[in-house]
């Protein structure tokens, strides 16, 4: 992520939005992705879609859904290098002509006005928000059964004890270029380390409304990640919330 101050000068206005797809063999549920962004009503808003190594062949799909209202951009990597490397591969591929980011995965779904609401509630305080998030409703694709997800509003107390936002918020620049980019080195709670680091220096705003989809389909990183990793990360984050309380303490 670049860090100077020229690198999070906004374009226009009205910012462009760009929404971040990593996708690792979701063939058959990334058009329907793309789909819930393209029918946002917010605009100027590009798609950027990094296919990380699949065996299912997304790009037909993808390419499929191509529009001159909403540029669709596509990173093809021929091995897997896993949902960190592929949102900051896309992140510095959209970074000069961006605004803001959005996060999406290819196996969830945006609601209706999404990307309106959480940029209206970024431009209340733009010099202090760096991240805006929603509650979900969670949907298992095999049993048709869908769960209201509430989020609790932000702390950043709450935060350190567990990950209070959820995975498809809207990241600004500055938040970027002040944090970098997520931990390639994780596999699992690379958001959560995101998130943390990003409000260091700013805050995150919640917006109490189910605005987005969050799919269990079986290959969800809680069902095929192992249980050792994610201690591994548990523990990494515990120790990066322990040393900068004792770098502030000093």
């Known amino acids: 992520m670049q860090d100077n101050d020229s690198a999070v000068e906004q374009h ?3 910012p462009i939005v760009t929404v971040v797809i990593p996708c690792h063999n ?12 393209t029918m946002q009503d917010y605009r100027p808003l590009k798609i950027v879609v990094v296919d990380d190594g699949s065996t299912d062949n997304p790009e037909p799909v993808i390419r499929s859904k191509e529009n001159q209202d909403v540029p669709i951009f596509l990173i093809s990597n021929e091995n897997p ?5 592929a949102r900051n591969a896309a992140i510095e591929r959209m970074w000069e ?4 980011f959005m996060m999406l995965d290819a196996d969830d779904l945006y609601l209706k006005d999404k990307i309106s609401k959480s940029v209206n509630k970024f431009l209340e305080h733009p010099e202090h928000i760096g991240i805006v998030y929603t509650d979900a409703i969670i ?5 048709g059964t869908e769960i209201h997800e509430l989020r609790m509003p932000y702390n950043r107390q709450d935060l350190e004890s567990e990950c209070i936002i959820s995975n498809t918020p809207l ?5 970027l270029a002040n944090a970098g980019g997520y931990d390639e080195g ?18 995150a705003v919640h917006i109490p409304e189910p605005l987005h989809i969050y799919s269990v ?9 192992s249980s050792e990793v994610w201690h591994e990360n548990w523990r990494k984050i515990s120790m990066r919330i322990a040393e900068r309380r004792n770098a502030t303490s000093h």
Request: overall charge negative; glycine content about 4%; some cysteine.
């Open 12 to 14: 226009s206005q009205k």
């Open 97 to 100: 002509e961006t605004d803001l």
């Open 217 to 225: 389909t079986g290959k969800n990183a809680s069902d095929v990640v």
């Open 171 to 175: 990241i600004t620049k500055q938040a």
């Open 139 to 143: 949907r298992n694709i095999h049993t």
């Open 26 to 37: 979701h063939a058959d549920m990334v058009g329907n992705a793309i789909d819930s962004v």
């Open 186 to 203: 994780m596999r699992t709670c690379e958001d959560w380390d995101l998130w943390l680091r990003i409000t260091e220096s700013l805050v």
């Open 81 to 85: 290098t896993g949902p960190s490397s």
